[in-house]
């Protein structure tokens, strides 16, 4: 089935460590997105990229980076991990898919990360 | 870039009544405007979306309206149900030869709507 997936959903890790946020799609899209979601507040846009070997910084500064290699795969890394960086990660790709004849975004489900 | 205003931040309902979300845009060049629910713990999802060669769009108990002169778009649900209850992101998009936005989403701050029964 057409989706996106992000591993892990839960995360709990010790300050200083390297993390990677995994994100994938299967709908073909060539826009890709993460933002970060504290619960129940606003979408803040981290990173977002148009294609392979695009990728753009967003609105929010973010300490961590991303890489395009494949059209399906967005992953979001962080080298240094701080308690600042607790948050739920969101990974969203645009694009057609089911049968739409217009683009929409669609969320995967979504990182939690607790950093201590 | 575009700026997304949204109104109320918090919004409390009997069941059965209607609901209604604002929100204002700033860039004139936007031309599509989607609502996405968000659940405790999902993920958003999109609810209806319009473009601006419409004024309005209907899908059972939701709708949604744009004023394009005023620059601003609603989020109409009648008949309020307790599974409404979620937190709903309105959203503005410019469109894609513009600049390096490239469709990009400007989201709106959010609005906790609770329905009680």
């Known amino acids: 089935e057409a989706d996106i997936y992000q591993t892990p959903r839960y995360l709990v890790i010790g300050t200083g460590k390297k993390i990677t946020l995994e994100c994938s799609q299967t709908?073909?899209?060539?826009?890709m997105y993460w933002y970060q979601q504290d619960p129940g507040m606003e979408l803040h846009l981290i990173h977002y990229?148009?294609?392979?070997?695009?990728?753009e910084k967003g609105d929010l500064s973010s300490e961590s980076t991303v890489s395009r290699i494949r059209t399906e795969h967005f992953p979001l890394t962080l080298e240094s991990a701080r308690p600042s960086h607790t948050s739920q990660y969101l990974c969203?790709?645009?694009?057609?898919?089911?049968?739409?004849?217009?683009?929409?975004?669609?969320f995967g489900p979504g990182t939690r990360l607790l950093v201590l | 870039g575009e700026n997304v205003e949204q109104h109320p931040s918090t919004l409390s309902v009997q069941e059965g009544d209607s609901a209604v979300i604002k929100c204002t845009y700033s860039?004139?060049?936007?031309?599509?405007f989607p609502w996405y629910k968000q659940e405790l713990g999902k993920r958003p999802q999109l609810i209806i979306d319009?473009?601006?060669?419409?004024g309005e769009k209907k899908d059972q108990r939701i709708a949604v309206t744009l004023n394009k002169t005023a620059k601003h778009f609603s989020l109409h649900i009648t008949e309020t149900q307790p599974e409404d209850s979620a937190v709903y992101f309105c959203?503005?998009?410019?469109?894609?030869?513009?600049?390096?936005?490239?469709?990009?989403?400007?989201f709106g701050r959010g609005t906790q709507l609770t329905v009680w029964p």
């Open positions: 969203a790709s645009r694009g057609l898919a089911g049968g739409n004849f217009k683009e929409t975004q669609y």
């Open positions: 709908m073909g899209h060539d826009k």
């Open positions: 990229s148009y294609g392979v070997n695009s990728t």
């Open positions: 860039d004139s060049a936007s031309n599509y």
């Open positions: 319009i473009r601006s060669n419409v």
């Open positions: 959203a503005a998009s410019p469109p894609y030869d513009r600049g390096s936005t490239l469709g990009r989403l400007y």
